[in-house]
C-alpha cells in the first residue's frame, strides 16, 4: 500500500489550496479514506472522511463548512479543498486508510498512511 500526498504550500489567511493523495496497492474503489493533520508540537487530528463510494463524508467541527473531501476512483485519487484557510489550519496533513471500525476520528484505528505534505497558512 503506497499513499503520496502532494499539494501543500505557503497560502494567505482566507485562501485556498487543494492537497491531493494518490493511493496505489490496494483496492482504492473499495477504501474509505481519511484525512488528518498535525501541527508542530500537538497531536494528530482528524479533519475528513470520505466512504469509498463517496456517499457520506464526515468532518472536524473545526473545519466544517471551510473543507471539502473528495475523490476520484478512476483516478485512485482523494483530495481536501480547502477554503477559508487560518493560520491555526498550518499543519501537516496526511491522507489515511486500512480503518475496519466505526472510529474514523482515532488515529489508532488506520494500518496505512501518507508521508504528509505540509501546509502553512500565513501572510
Known amino acids: 500500500v503506497q499513499l503520496q500526498a502532494s499539494g501543500g504550500g505557503l497560502v494567505q489567511p482566507g485562501g485556498s489550496l487543494t492537497v491531493s493523495c494518490a493511493a496505489s496497492?490496494?483496492?482504492?474503489?473499495?477504501?474509505?479514506m481519511s484525512w488528518f493533520r498535525q501541527a508542530p508540537g500537538k497531536a494528530r487530528e482528524f479533519v475528513a472522511a470520505i466512504t469509498w463510494s463517496a456517499s457520506r463524508t464526515s468532518y472536524a467541527d473545526s473545519v466544517k463548512g471551510r473543507f471539502t473531501v473528495s475523490r476520484d476512483n478512476s483516478k485512485n485519487t482523494v483530495y481536501l479543498q480547502m477554503n477559508s484557510l487560518k493560520p491555526e489550519d498550518t499543519a501537516v496533513y496526511y491522507c489515511?486508510?486500512?480503518?475496519?471500525?466505526?472510529?474514523?476520528?482515532?488515529?489508532?484505528?488506520?494500518?496505512?498512511w501518507g508521508q504528509g505534505t505540509l501546509v502553512t497558512v500565513s501572510s
Open positions: 489515511a486508510t486500512g480503518i475496519t471500525t466505526s472510529k474514523r476520528s482515532d488515529p489508532s484505528q488506520y494500518d496505512y
Open positions: 496497492g490496494f483496492t482504492f474503489s473499495s477504501a474509505a
